[in-house]
Nanobody, 126 residues
């Protein structure tokens, strides 16, 4: 079993940057595909970015491509989301998620993930 704790959210002005962290406990982190999702009020949870267990593969949603970067440090059991050039439409609760195994082609699917963090709020506003 893996437990995930996100941190790093907050209030930032448009054009600003934030780095989210997700600390994992449990022995299976280093073999897990990890991802970030977000959910804005009144909207469904949506995929943001994913990274393979080794960090060798990443995939970003079109809405964040070129602005957000997902990375991981297996020695620290942590996955990160560097967010640059933030826009008001990036405002949401951001969730870290993980899965032990699965088809890489399905990394954008919410139901593919076995465990989730509690979320961290990101607000982009002037």
């Amino acid at each position: 079993q893996v437990q995930l704790v996100e941190s790093g959210g907050g209030l930032v002005q448009p054009g600003g940057s934030l780095r989210l962290s997700c600390a994992a406990s449990g022995r299976t982190f280093s073999s897990s595909t990890m991802a970030w999702f977000r959910q804005a009020p009144g909207k469904e949870r949506e995929f943001v970015a994913a990274i393979s267990w080794s960090g060798g593969m990443t995939y970003d949603a079109d809405s964040v491509k070129g602005r957000f970067t997902i990375s991981r440090d297996n020695a620290k059991n942590t996955v990160y989301l560097q967010m640059n050039s933030l826009k008001p439409e990036d405002t949401a609760v951001y969730y870290c998620a993980g899965r032990i195994r699965g088809n890489w082609n399905l990394v954008t699917v919410v139901s593919e993930y076995n465990y989730w963090g509690q979320g961290t709020q990101v607000t982009v506003s002037s």
